[in-house]
């Protein structure tokens, strides 16, 4: 879907919105810390917005897109390494949560268990986060392991949102038929926005309506 037939079709993206959007990201944006245990949290004294998704899902990619920076997310990470949530200072007004990417096969069962309790205990004991981005390869749809995430966010009662990505790379009729079995996946659960956001960090697509997301939450 072009952006303009998403403007139309979505009236959550409004010409104000995006503009407010877009003047958000145009402000600073800077690493401020990696955090590997939940002592280590920064205060809760903004919102702020995690990005999840399996390893190589094009996370670090969208994260630089979205803030105009081509290496704040290092997407040169060993994919399931990385095992800290870093954060990110958005403009002074919220932080942005890059999570340790997931479904990685090669991760042994003790690192998979860190991630988990990790995830966990950050998730039900985080107020001010206001919501979970869930990327999804727009070609692969939903794997075992993002209903597992999807399953941890709604017990701890975190709302979230799929994004899709890659979607230069998805064919229009597979797309349409992935994301109508997506929409019936996300009925079944009770944090889940209903709709589907459409990105690629390649072509600059569905970039400027994610910052307007991302910056109605701040
Ligand atoms: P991460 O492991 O989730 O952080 O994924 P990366 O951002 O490192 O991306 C994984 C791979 O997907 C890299 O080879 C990227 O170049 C590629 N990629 C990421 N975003 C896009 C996109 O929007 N379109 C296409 N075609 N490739 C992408």
Not at 109 to 136: A, M
Request: with cysteine.
């Amino acid at each position: 879907m072009t952006e303009e037939l998403l403007k139309e079709k979505i009236p959550e993206f409004t010409p104000e919105k995006l503009e407010e959007g877009r003047l958000l990201f145009a402000s600073s944006c800077d690493f401020v810390l990696g955090v590997a245990g939940l002592d280590q949290l920064p205060d809760s004294d903004r919102n702020e917005v995690a990005f999840a998704g399996r390893s190589n899902v094009g996370k670090s990619s969208l994260i630089n897109a979205l803030t105009g920076r081509n290496s704040l997310a290092r997407t040169s990470n060993t994919p399931g390494r990385t095992q800290e949530l870093n954060f990110f200072n958005l403009g002074d007004t919220m932080y942005l949560v890059d999570m340790p990417g997931y479904g990685y096969a090669k991760v042994s069962k003790k690192q998979r268990e860190k991630w988990t309790k990790l995830i966990f205990d950050y998730l039900r004991g985080r107020p001010n986060l206001r919501c979970v981005f869930i990327l999804i390869d727009g070609r692969h749809g939903l794997k075992d392991t993002d209903e597992e995430l999807m399953d941890m966010l709604d017990e701890a009662a975190v709302s979230y949102r799929i994004i899709l990505t890659k979607c230069d790379k998805s064919k229009r009729a597979e797309m349409q038929k992935i994301q109508a079995d997506l929409k019936a996946v996300l009925k079944k659960h009770t944090a889940a926005h209903p709709e589907l956001l459409e990105t690629s960090a390649l072509k600059n697509e569905g970039l400027a309506e994610f910052r307007s997301i991302i910056t109605a939450l701040r």
